[in-house]
């Protein structure tokens, strides 16, 4: 009777270890991680009803969608181990298209609507943050995301996407560990090398490219680069996002580029001016001789008639004078 019961003890063992399919899963190996790499955070521009109409019946979809309800819910609509359409077309830190190898947060908010005062972005109420950040640290514990690969779909397509936008509190994750950020001690040290002489292009393009951007190196301050500056600025310095080069961007971008104890970059030189080729000068032509003119003889002029004797005057009724 033992015996019997042995057997079937070390039968049901032998089971347990037998996935569905006759996958024996006894062992497991050491060498894997992850297939998930990126954490992307979008904002849905619509409101809770529309946005799940969106995520759960068109292409487009999201592992998670983080509504704005007083007591936000947060609706798990893609299995992690499955892809999500919510990256499109996109590239990070030499990653491209990353449907496949990331997972997608959808958080709803409005977005931005244009006003006669300018384009207006929609907050993020604090309980919608509260909610987001225990979501956002339970994926990349699991996953083991890199701080520097928790993004936003203006980062991976900053040329069409400006998502979650310039109101999304980024700050709030990098004090809770979960974003890079930039010293802001080190930052004001280098930015006085910057405040004496901006970089140019080519030095914007390689930071930029090297922090993880997908940019073409084309050395010229040109509508794409501006683009993707105003991105990194809607991140780390969202009271200016107009995309110009200034030396505050460039002392952030030569912080999160740079070990933490490299010395500071030396004063970028100045701009050499276009120079443009000089006219030769056109030699003197020597004066031409004047040539003496033959003058006319002078014709004498003839005298003057002698003017004729004045005749007396005789008055009227006057006798003659003897």
């Known amino acids: 009777m033992k015996s019997l019961a042995a057997t079937l003890l070390i039968a049901l063992l032998a089971g347990c270890a037998t996935a569905p399919g006759g996958i024996d899963k006894t062992y497991n190996a050491k060498g894997q ?26 292409q487009v979809s999201a592992h998670y969608l983080l509504t704005d309800d007083a007591s936000p819910t947060v609706y798990g609509l893609v299995d992690e181990t499955r892809s999500a359409y919510h990256a499109g077309n996109s590239s990070w830190r030499g990653y491209t ?23 207006v972005y929609a907050p993020f109420p604090q309980t919608q ?12 514990a699991r996953h083991g995301i890199l701080p520097e690969n928790v993004v936003g779909h203006s980062d991976i397509a900053p040329l069409r996407k400006q998502d979650p936008g310039p109101l999304f509190p980024w700050y709030q994750l990098a004090q809770a560990g979960l974003v890079v950020w930039p010293d802001t001690n080190r ?122 004797p004045p005749v007396p005057y005789t008055p009227p009724n006057t006798p003659p004078v003897a």
């Open 187 to 308: 930052v004001a040290a280098v930015r006085q090398v910057f405040d004496v002489q901006t970089p140019d292009a080519a030095w914007f393009q390689k930071k930029l490219a090297g922090h993880g951007f997908a940019l073409a190196q084309t050395g010229l301050f040109d509508q794409p680069t501006k683009t993707v500056i105003a991105a990194f600025q809607m991140k780390y310095r969202p009271a200016n996002i107009a995309g110009e080069p200034d030396a505050e961007t460039a002392a952030m971008l030569e912080v999160l580029t740079t070990p933490a104890n490299a010395p500071l970059p030396p004063v970028p030189p100045a701009p050499i001016p276009e120079m443009r080729p000089v006219q030769p000068v056109q030699p003197v032509q020597p004066l031409q001789p004047v040539q003496p003119q033959p003058t006319q003889p002078t014709q004498p002029v003839p005298p003057a008639t002698p003017p004729a």
């Open 97 to 119: 298209q990353l449907n496949n190898s990331s997972i997608g947060i959808e958080i709803v908010n409005a977005g931005w609507k244009d006003t006669p005062q300018g384009r």
């Open 33 to 58: 991680a992850s297939r998930v790499r990126f954490l992307v955070l979008h904002y849905t521009v619509a409101d809770k009803p529309a946005s799940l109409k969106i995520l759960t019946e068109q």
């Open 129 to 140: 943050i509260d909610a987001l950040i225990p979501l956002v640290k339970d994926i990349v």
